[in-house]
């Protein structure tokens, strides 16, 4: 079996040989982080991958991310190192259930977070990320009754941010919402100058203790351009590599769940590891596929999303 240099070694030379590119999210394992072309948030990825001129994408993420990058290049070979890396909102949200909830509120626009199957993504008008959610809810004329879609925290946070009055599918991310208020007053009063940066897929009860509420890529930044040391990230746990190459010096705590367990990785992010991953651009294997009337429908909303951003 290769160690973790050979199969770095093998990556590299495989990624040269089938002109392939390697977008990796922030919370895969910090040796896929390493060996990724590209490293960024849910917009980034999908910006990168509307950009690409590589012939194979090999995507470091879950299932949704790679599913949206094969829907902006239906020519091209999408790779994803494990097909069960899944994502809890998007699981939360069968397409025929959302259907139904769709069809109640006819008068409504659909605006869904990217974090949702290919199948939801077609029942939506616009797509967002963490990143652009409340720009593009702001340019949403204010008469214009709104459905938001999967994650109710994300959802409540907009309500407050922008006023709009929503109507939230009930999801939720299984890492943010792990998170325990109390644990997290006990970590605060024993780090009285850390700042507390935390993202929006948390509970509205974590929220209110953040001085910062971001996407991934935006915790990354505030973090760097502050002047504080010390930082307590509420967000999965792989965010901390950037953090730590990009802020030498600088210290940062991932707050403990309610069992004081540190469950702040997301299983299905790290069910990637170097050796699938290698084995998948050996192997060009396991592939996304969808199928075209399918890819049409679930386009659209992607690129007002793009439009938009
Ligand atoms: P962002 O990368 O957009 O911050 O989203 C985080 C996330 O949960 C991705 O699954
Ligand atoms: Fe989904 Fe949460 Fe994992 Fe992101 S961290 S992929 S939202 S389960």
């Known amino acids: 079996m290769l160690n973790v240099s050979n199969l770095e070694q093998e990556i590299n030379r495989l990624k040269h040989r089938m002109n392939a590119v ?38 470091c993420g879950v299932l949704f991310m790679a599913e949206t990058a094969k829907i902006l290049n239906p020519q091209k070979l999408v790779l994803l190192p494990d097909m ?25 626009i659909v605006v ?23 720009n593009i809810i702001r340019q949403i004329p204010a008469e214009q009754p709104i ?18 009055d929503m109507k939230l599918w009930p999801g939720s991310c299984i890492v943010h919402e792990q998170f325990s208020e109390r644990n997290l007053v006990k970590l605060k009063e024993r780090h009285p100058a850390a700042i507390v940066l935390a993202h929006p897929e948390c509970a509205e009860a974590i929220l209110r203790h953040a001085d910062y509420v971001g996407s991934t890529t935006g915790i990354l930044k505030y973090a760097q351009t502050s002047p504080a040391t010390e930082f307590i990230v509420a967000t999965e746990s792989g965010l901390l590599h950037q953090m730590e190459k990009a802020c030498p010096g600088k210290t940062f705590i991932v707050p403990p769940g309610e069992s004081g367990c540190s469950c702040s990785e997301c299983p299905h992010m790290k069910r990637n590891t170097m050796e699938k991953l290698y084995l998948c651009m050996r192997d060009r294997t396991p592939e996304i596929t969808i199928n075209e009337e399918l890819r049409l429908r679930a386009l659209h909303p992607i690129e007002r999303m793009l439009q938009m951003s």
């Open 22 to 59: 390697i977008l990796g999210h922030y919370y895969q394992d910090s040796e896929i982080q390493d060996v990724a072309d590209f490293v960024g948030d849910s917009l980034q990825l999908s910006q990168k991958a509307a950009a690409v001129s590589a012939e194979v994408i090999v995507f």
């Open 84 to 108: 069960a890396a899944g994502c809890s909102l998007a699981d939360g949200c069968p397409a025929e259930l959302f259907r139904l909830f769709r069809e109640r509120h006819p008068d409504h």
């Open 112 to 134: 869904s977070y990217i974090n949702c199957s290919a199948e939801v993504k077609a029942l939506s008008d616009v797509i967002c990320t963490s990143s652009n959610a409340e």
């Open 147 to 164: 459905i938001f879609a999967p994650d109710q925290h994300l959802g409540r946070y907009l309500i407050k941010k922008t006023g709009r």
